[in-house]
């Protein structure tokens, strides 16, 4: 099969949902790139029309995303291009263009980040359980993630001093 590859450069413009499904997790939310252009009579940028995309990340890359993005981000995707048309109840055809993640980061030409591999699997016990230490590593991974977004966002309501 002959896929169109897209790499896109915008904004996270929804939260990621994400939800465990028979074939592994997914994430969803909507992506907004807007084009910019430098207008040589004003000697200014100027944005350009906003496209929204519909990024759907599957296993691995889905549980990711969702416990390192929030709404506002500057991301780069990497996907392949799904363009669907549906009708509607009054029978009119939407034309809708998604993108099926292959991988994600976020945009360091705008911000920094922080590397962190997630924890580690370990096997099942044998009686079908988790394994405490486990439960308690992805636990602390997601709190130290929650604690650090919450960080950002004060950070960010501060007002600058001049």
């Known amino acids: 099969m002959n896929d169109t590859l897209v ?21 969803r939310f909507r992506f907004a790139v807007t084009a910019r252009r430098y207008d040589r009579e004003r000697s200014a940028w100027t944005d350009g029309p906003t496209s929204f995309y519909t990024v759907s990340a599957w296993r691995s890359l889905g549980a990711n995303l969702a416990a390192s993005v929030s709404v506002g981000e500057p991301l780069v995707v990497l996907g392949r291009l799904r363009v669907r048309e549906e009708g509607t109840w009054e029978g009119q055809r939407r034309t809708f263009v998604d993108i099926d993640a292959v991988a994600a980061g976020h945009d360091l030409t705008r911000g920094t980040a922080a590397f962190r591999r ?12 988790k394994d405490t230490a486990q439960e308690a590593g992805a636990a602390a991974v997601a709190a130290e993630g929650q604690r650090e977004r919450r960080a950002e966002e004060e950070r960010q309501a501060e007002p600058e001093l001049v």
């Open 7 to 27: 790499t896109v450069v915008g904004n996270v413009a929804t939260n990621v949902e994400y939800r465990e499904t028979p074939t592994g997790g997914v994430a």
């Open 118 to 129: 997630p924890a580690r699997r370990l096997p099942q016990a044998a009686d079908g359980e």
